[in-house]
């Protein structure tokens, strides 16, 4: 299977930066995407930013400018730099991958880690 640990959350002054770091492993086959969703308390987990191995991203309309997504692909890492951050931004992070194992190499889907808490308060 595939393992996803994150590390990075924490409290943070409005204004403030956090950087969170994801690492998969475990038995890996290939990773097409990784990314970072959010989840708010009552709220929809939602998609914060994502990087495909090419290294295209897509953001979030509300944290483009300030979210910077980059990605390892030797390491199977992807980090997410949050600058300039607001209280709305407090949520659960969830680090994500879209690939498979080889276990089952055609079967592809998401693997989740197990979320860092992200606050943001003064």
């Known amino acids: 299977q595939v393992q996803l640990v994150e590390s990075g959350g924490g409290l943070v002054q409005p204004g403030g930066s956090l950087r969170l770091s994801c690492a998969a492993s475990?038995?890996?086959?290939?990773?097409?995407?990784m990314g970072w969703y959010r989840q708010a308390p009552g709220k929809e987990r939602e998609l914060v930013a994502a990087?495909?191995?090419?290294?295209?991203?897509n953001y979030a309309d509300s944290v483009k400018g300030r979210f910077t997504i980059s990605r390892d692909n030797g390491k199977n890492t992807v980090s997410l730099q949050m600058n300039s951050l607001k209280p709305e931004d407090t949520a659960v992070y969830y680090c994500?991958?879209?690939?498979?194992?080889?276990?089952?190499?055609?079967?592809?889907?998401?693997?989740w880690g197990q979320g860092t808490q992200v606050t943001v308060s003064s």
């Open positions: 994500n991958a879209f690939g498979s194992s080889w276990y089952a190499p055609i079967y592809e889907h998401d693997y």
């Open positions: 475990g038995s890996i086959f290939s990773i097409k995407s």
């Open positions: 990087i495909a191995s090419g290294g295209s991203t």
